[in-house]
Structure formats: C-alpha cells, structure tokens
C-alpha cells in the first residue's frame, strides 16, 4: 500500500516537472526563433489562408496546432512558402523521441563507440579514446602514461570531444616530441579536454571537396529514415566551412546547400541568420552545378549503416570524401538538427509518412529524462 503511494507520488511529480520543463523548452525555443526572424533583412507574413492551411495540415497529422514562428522565418528566408516546415519545438519535443528511441541516444551518439557499433562502416582511424577519463587504445585499456607515450610523435591528428556536436572543441593539432603546435605539453592538452575525448588521423579528402574550401573538412550531410525494411533518404546537402575555418557545421560559422538527387549543388547556400543566398564560396567555387564527387557511394554507405541501428528510424550522417574517392563516416546524429533553410521542408516527400509513422509510436522522450542523461561522473585526479 505505501510503495503504491509512493510510486503515484513519484509519478505525479514527474509529470509535473516534466511539463514544466517543457514549457521551459518551448520558451527558449520561441525566443530563438523570433530573434533569428528579427534579425532577417527580408520578413514576410504569413496571411490568414496559408496558417489555416498549416493548422489544418498538422491537427491532421499530429493532432494539435503548431506555432507557425518557423514557417514564417523560413518563408521569410528562402521566400518559398510551405506548410510542410517542421518546428524546431514540434520535432524535439514530440516527433525526434517518437522516432528514436531517445534512452539509447546517448551512448550511440558517443564517438568513442561509432567503431564498436558500426565496425563495418569506413571510419578515420582512432589512436586514442578517453572514456569516462579512462584511456583505451587499440580495444584496450591503458594508462595515461602509455597513452602520453603513444601520442608523443604522432604529428597532425585531430582531436575532439566524444559527447558534443556542432563541431565544439574540434582542433587539429602537430603533436611532436610530446609539444603541442609548438606551445603545449601533450598532458597539457589531455587536461584541457579532461575526459570524454579522441584523437583520430586526418583526413585527406577529394580534391574536388577541398576545392569548396581548402581549411575546412567539408562534408556531405544526409539524412536518413527507416521504414521497416527500407531505408530512404529524406534530404542531402553539402555543408561547406568559411575561409581559415576548420570546421563546416552552420553553428559554427559554416555554409549549408542542398545537394540534388543526381549529386548536383543548388544555386544558393545558407549559413547562421542574415548569412543567405551564398551563390559562391570563400575560395571563389560557384555552387550552382557544382558535382559533389562518390555521391552515390555515400548514399550506399549509409543506408548499409543505418540498417545496422535498429533503435533509430532518423539518423542524420557527416560523410567526408577521401582523396581517392571513398566516402568516409566522420559521425552519426541520432537527434539531428533539420536543414531548412537549405533543404526546404525537412521531411519533403516524406512529411504525411514520417509525422504519421511518429504518432504511432510511443514517446520515448522527456525533459527530466534528458536532463538527468546528461549528467556525467568522472574520478577527480589526485
């Protein structure tokens, strides 16, 4: 009688709290997106007809109203009205944990266990890992005095955080005689980093990739869905960084264009707001008709891969071209931003199918839940 008590309790709180922090969420959400809108030099207003038809579409498909603040940002945008736009708030909060079993995100996203769980899948080579502050290497565990020793003259590497996206934190660095770009013990850096981290070898992509911007690893972004046995690709575009950038992801500064079918760039990319219809890159490439080299082979990579992850039915896939034309995973997101502006309507075709296939299914997502997987443990040194 009392644990019945206890757990109705229990029950009710978290309830509470959860809606709570969803609100919290929506708030933040909103705030966003109406400054991004507010910081556009063409905006434009939705008429009454076209939120009608927007509400209608969504009650359809979903079951309730959405806050059109993101139709009118990217009509705004692009000047292509659709009803079809996915909310920011709508795909975190009710669609992306429908999809994917969001518990498992975590640990799947981390980018110390993409070998582990995708071993047949062409990835850059790992020297070393940092887990949890524990250091492996080659499937074993070491200490850190081997894993200083194994570094100390690995000349230009790439290290980067395990847990974090968006390009956070990923440098490229010349590790020589245990110094750092000249600077820097290699314990040093290990310590800036703390735990949670890897250092993997450089990639030499395809010239023809390099060409879009030679100080950045650009990749191809492709997002993927699974129904039952088939695996479709819902959007690509080319994600491009900008001049002495070592990174591509638009947070940080990058380009984003949306690459055809037949693995031709369109005419404009799109970068943070204001930074719109981008028809050339800092190194003078015209996009428009630009051919986006092993395209096909990037699709066959990663619809081989996302077979092999039965918890997610979107996934969202940085692929890189090396010099000799393989397509290279650089990373998985299994809670993928959309590229709208870029791409259009997220879901495109595949709108009805996907939002239907979403509310079939149980929500695996909540705020509380989310707050509390990101909390991490880690032994103090000392």
């Avoid at 969420?25 to 007809?49: P, W």
């Avoid at 799947?108 to 502050?133: A, E, R, S, V």
Wanted: aromatic share 10%; glycine share 6%; hydrophobic share 35%.
């Amino acid at each position: 009688m009392y644990k019945r008590i206890v757990n109705k309790l229990y029950r009710v709180f978290q309830n509470r709290l959860d809606k709570h922090l969803e609100q919290l969420n929506f708030e933040k959400y909103i705030k966003k997106i109406r400054s991004s809108y507010n910081n556009l030099s063409t905006k434009k207003k939705l008429s009454a007809e076209q939120i009608s038809e927007i509400q209608d579409y969504y009650k359809k498909t979903i079951g309730h109203e959405v806050p059109v603040e993101w139709h009118q940002y990217f009509y705004s945008r692009t000047g292509n009205y659709s009803k079809l736009y996915i909310p920011t708030i709508e795909y975190k909060t009710h669609i992306i944990g429908r999809l994917n079993v969001y518990p498992m995100h975590l640990a799947y996203n981390d980018k110390n266990m993409t070998d582990i769980t995708l071993p047949q899948t062409h990835q850059p080579k790992i020297f070393l890992k940092n887990m949890c502050g524990y250091f492996y290497a080659g499937g074993k565990a070491i200490t850190e005095d081997e894993a200083l020793a194994l570094c100390n003259d690995l000349g230009y590497v790439i290290i980067k955080p395990s847990l974090t996206g968006r390009g956070t934190d990923v440098k490229k660095v010349h590790i020589s005689n245990g110094i750092v770009d000249g600077e820097k013990t290699l314990r040093e850096l290990f310590d800036e980093y703390h735990a949670d981290y890897l250092v993997q070898a450089v990639i030499h992509q395809h010239k023809e990739m390099e060409a879009l911007n030679p100080s950045s690893l650009n990749t191809i972004r492709i997002v993927t869905y699974r129904h039952e046995m088939e695996i479709k690709t819902v959007y690509t575009v080319i994600r491009i960084g900008r001049k002495g950038m070592n990174v591509d992801n638009e947070s940080a500064g990058g380009i984003s264009a949306i690459i055809q079918p037949d693995g031709i760039i369109g005419k404009y990319a799109y970068g943070a707001p204001g930074v719109d219809n981008v028809e050339y890159t800092d190194s003078g490439v015209k996009l428009e008709g630009y051919k986006v080299p092993s395209f096909d082979e990037a699709i066959k990579l990663v619809k081989f891969s996302h077979m092999q992850l039965p918890y997610f039915n979107l996934i969202g896939w940085d692929i890189a071209i090396e010099e000799d034309g393989s397509p290279i995973m650089i990373e998985l997101n299994l809670n993928p931003d959309l590229s709208q502006s870029a791409n259009g309507p997220a879901f495109g075709e595949y709108t009805d199918e996907i939002l239907r296939d979403a509310m079939s299914r149980s929500d695996t997502w909540t705020p509380i839940t989310t707050k509390c997987m990101n909390k991490r443990n880690y032994r103090k040194k000392g």
